[in-house]
């Protein structure tokens, strides 16, 4: 007889939990750190291509070493930070890599704004190349951040909502942060638009 409570007891929490959303934070939560990754995936692919990349357009600007030394500053930075799931709930950390990843993208900027200036360096095969698999990562990192974007909202809608936010308290399911638009000030000011109104 006590077999079956313990058995009966065991299925009244099993479908308690269930009803709760328990099973639905752990499929979110696996779902967010699938996106995760995919966004680390592609932040290391382009790591990877900046060594090459430098030293391509040594080859032919040499003299634009601070350019080239901030390139190779801001992927040392970025390579620095232990990316590890853990990031995912601390959203100083996660500030701190996503800093680190858009100074890179800023460096990588520059440095293809210094190539624009070397006709010789845009008509290697090799740059072009390279020039060519950073503009496709760029394009998957933007893809795999905006996965990544939805997953984290599909969870912290289920961790704020009733009555999942109940079991959200309960098991520590914390919001996750999410990532932000860099630049986030400049874009809510206004530009300031002079038509040429002066009276000549």
């Known amino acids: 007889m006590k077999k079956w409570s313990a058995y009966l007891l065991m299925a009244l929490l099993a479908s308690m ?18 996106a995760w990754a995919e966004v680390v995936n592609q932040y290391q692919r382009r790591a990877d291509l900046v060594p090459n990349l430098v030293n391509t357009v040594k080859g032919y600007a040499s003299h634009e070493k601070d350019t080239l030394e901030a390139v190779t500053r801001a992927r040392a ?12 709930n601390n959203p100083e ?43 496709g990562t760029e394009n998957r990192i933007t893809v795999a951040r905006q996965r990544y974007i939805v997953a984290v909202q599909e969870y912290n809608i289920l961790a704020r909502s009733f009555p999942t936010n109940l079991t959200a308290m309960i098991f520590n399911y914390e919001v996750k942060p999410s990532f932000t638009v860099e630049n986030e000030k400049a ?13 000549k």
Do not use: H, W
């Open 187 to 199: 874009i809510s000011t206004a530009p300031k638009v002079d038509f040429g109104n002066d009276k």
């Open 93 to 135: 950390a996660f500030n701190k890599f996503q800093q680190a990843q858009g100074e890179l993208s800023s460096a990588l900027s520059r440095l293809m704004a210094v190539a624009e200036n070397y006709p010789q360096l845009k008509a290697d095969g090799l740059f072009r190349d390279l020039q060519s698999q950073l503009e």
């Open 17 to 34: 939990l269930s009803a709760c959303g328990y099973n639905d934070f752990q499929a979110k939560d696996e779902a967010v750190k699938s």
């Open 77 to 88: 930075a970025a390579t620095s930070i232990q990316v590890t799931p853990e990031v995912l």
